[in-house]
Antibody
Framework: EVQLVESGGGLVQPGGSLRLSCAASGFSFSTFWMHWVRRAPGKGLEWVSRIKYDGTTTNYADSVKGRFTVSRDNAKNTMYLQMNSLRADDTAVYYC???????????WGQGTLVTVSS | QSVLTQPPSVSAAPGQRVTISCSGGSSNIRSYDVSWYQHLPGRAPKLVIYDDNKRPSGIPDRFSGSKSGTSATLGITGLQTGDEADYYCGTWDSGLSAGVFGGGTKLTVL
């Protein structure tokens, strides 16, 4: 059974940093692209970032480019999202997902809440 | 302002059919396959359509997808109260080199 478990969310002050983790199991993690997607309170889904199965290619939404960094450790079956210079509008539930094909994400984690507030 | 445009809300009675549109452009919908998601806040999104018109295993054939040019459509027949949720279209955008979602459509089953 495919499982994705996010962790690392919490309350952080504006300008602070957090690192989210997404632990994967039940599939061949090293052969799939992976995504981060978020949903802010009262807003819709927003794509954040993706990383190629071997980690050699990454992409970011303009809203996080230069502040967030996605990475993965295929030996640990884990993907990460390093979030720096956090702003209030980064407050959201962050989901990791396994890519089936072109943003067809067929498995998701349960989400982790990031709150940026003073 | 989302790159992909969806109606904010649609509604229909139980048992009826509803369609949700998703309008984009040449750099996204025309060029790449479209996926559709069902989402309730606080829960994980659920993929209901991928590659424009394919259903993942476990998704009933009441859900269908189509695409023409720069627009895509999600159809749901035999509406049930359990279908009430927010629905999103999504795809890749070559101009942005980023994934893009529509703004979401709230489905109400009256």
């Amino acid at each position: 059974e495919v499982q994705l478990v996010e962790s690392g969310g919490g309350l952080v002050q504006p300008g602070g940093s957090l690192r989210l983790s997404c632990a994967a199991s039940g599939f061949s993690f090293s052969t799939f692209w992976m995504h981060w997607v978020r949903r802010a309170p009262g807003k819709g889904l927003e794509w954040v970032s993706r990383i190629k199965y071997d980690g050699t290619t990454t992409n970011y939404a303009d809203s996080v480019k230069g502040r967030f960094t996605v990475s993965r450790d295929n030996a640990k079956n884990t993907m990460y999202l390093q979030m720096n210079s956090l702003r209030a509008d980064d407050t959201a539930v962050y989901y990791c997902g396994k890519d089936l094909h072109i943003l067809g994400v067929d498995h998701w984690g349960q989400g982790t809440l990031v709150t940026v507030s003073s | 302002q989302s790159v992909l445009t969806q109606p904010p809300s649609v509604s229909a009675a139980p048992g009826q059919r509803v369609t949700i549109s998703c309008s984009g452009g040449s750099s996204n919908i025309r060029s790449y396959d479209v996926s559709w998601y069902q989402h309730l806040p606080g829960r994980a999104p659920k993929l209901v359509i991928y590659d424009d018109n394919k259903r993942p295993s476990g998704i009933p054939d009441r859900f269908s997808g189509s695409k023409s040019g720069t627009s895509a459509t999600l159809g749901i027949t035999g509406l049930q109260t359990g279908d009430e949720a927010d629905y999103y279209c999504g795809t890749w955008d070559s101009g942005l080199s980023a994934g893009v979602f529509g703004g979401g459509t709230k489905l109400t089953v009256l």
